[in-house]
């Protein structure tokens, strides 16, 4: 991998593109071809949805191959109740049923010569941005993010979707620049107000914050259904549960995506369709801006010298499970750091425990060696996911 990484991100994306072989449509019991894309390299996750097969955020299903959560649950009853209570379950929700909005009715904010306010009344939310000549308004319609770090506002003008300029951030629970918006004073009221996204940059939004906003590649967001549901990543379910109804388990089983045949590089790549892959992250440049990038789990485990090893079990899957609440006490990780690391200086290292004894304790690992990484302008924490022996004052590694 690191040969490859060498060779720059634009020379591995054209030799990946020649490679791809454009996906067959239509068929009544199609398999998903779960070895679709080249793997043992990151790649963008632009390239990944060209694949064949299904990935997250690809978007070529019809709309009635999808069949929802509650059908699901026939089968996997305990795993769709837990995964409700996921943060990624609740990603989006219709501002009218915004917690963070109910809670405070009224926000305000100063940028340069523009006041700002989001103010709700009932089942309504309005963003007024206004200086000393002008004003504008927007009914905000979607909330991004269930609130545990922060909420984004997404509304509709002229057209076209726009992201809020400012967030609704967790620590400070008052409103600030949103992340990777810029931080200097707009220049017009229309900038102050929210930042137009193109429509890819609307479809890849609502692709990971809502399940099915977009099939047969045509985007709808009154369609789609709120959070990440179980065929957000497993992909549509209509096949698959007809298949097994039918008794044809073994046909059926072929027809959803297992994540758990994906090799190391392709699951990390999976979870960094929407959180980053380590090329996502090189290519939109993104590295060598310090702590900003902490927030790119994707990246930073990939730059780990656990993951250089390599070990197949070192995935984001390996420490969480999508279908739990999101484990926020070291304590927690212990025993999946404990799978690879011996837990005693002399112990003789082999192919289950190749990591080496910590010297200090084998308790609470998470919190020495990945550190809580406070970024500034976006008023959150994050945990590093760059696994590494942290030396106090040594730079943060990009």
């Not at 209509?238 to 388990?249: K, P, T």
């Not at 690992?365 to 809580?372: A, E, G, I, V, Y």
């Amino acid at each position: 991998m690191s040969l490859l990484r060498k060779l720059g991100s634009t020379c591995v994306l054209l030799a990946v593109v020649l490679l791809l072989v454009p996906a067959k449509a239509g068929v009544a019991l199609q398999a998903v071809d779960q070895t679709a894309a080249p793997s043992g390299i990151s790649l963008p996750t632009d390239v990944r949805v060209q694949s064949p097969g299904w990935w997250p955020t690809k978007g070529d299903a019809s709309r009635d191959s999808y069949i929802g959560a509650a059908a699901c649950a026939k089968c996997h009853a305990s795993k769709v109740a837990s995964q409700k209570t996921n943060a990624m379950a609740q990603a989006a929700t219709r501002t009218a049923d915004s917690e963070i909005l109910r809670q405070h009715d009224r926000f305000t904010f100063r940028l340069g010569p523009y006041n700002e306010e989001i103010v709700t009344k009932g089942e309504k939310s309005v963003l007024t941005v206004s200086d000393e000549a002008s004003s504008l308004s927007a009914d905000l319609l979607w909330a991004f993010g269930v609130g545990h770090v922060g909420q984004t506002y997404i509304y509709h003008r002229n057209g076209s979707y726009y992201e809020s300029q400012l967030s609704f951030y967790a620590s400070t629970q008052s409103l600030n620049i949103t992340p990777e918006h810029s931080l200097a004073v707009p220049g017009n009221i229309e900038d102050a107000a929210g930042r137009r996204l193109t429509p890819a940059e609307t479809r890849r939004c609502f692709s990971c914050h809502t399940t099915a906003s977009v099939a047969k590649d045509q985007f709808d967001a009154n369609a789609a259904v709120l959070g990440v549901t179980c065929e957000a990543c497993h992909g549509p379910g209509a096949n698959h549960a007809a298949a097994m109804n039918s008794g044809m388990q073994e046909q059926g089983e072929l027809m959803i995506s297992n994540l758990s045949r994906l090799d190391p590089v392709d699951s990390v790549d999976f979870c960094g369709a929407c959180h980053r892959t380590w090329e996502d992250v090189v290519a939109n440049g993104f590295t060598g801006v310090g702590v900003y990038n902490v927030r790119f789990a994707p990246y930073r485990l990939e730059n780990s010298k656990c993951w250089r090893k390599p070990d197949a079990r070192l995935t984001c899957v390996a420490c969480h499970d999508p279908h739990q609440p999101l484990e926020h006490e070291a304590a927690a990780y212990d025993s999946r750091c404990l799978q690879c690391h011996v837990t005693q200086a002399k112990a003789k290292k082999d192919a289950d425990h190749p990591g080496p004894a910590c010297r200090v304790s084998t308790k609470n690992c998470t919190s020495c060696h990945m550190p809580k990484i406070v970024t500034p302008v976006q008023h959150s924490t994050f945990t590093d996911h760059w696994i590494r022996i942290v030396v106090p004052g040594k730079p943060y590694p990009n």
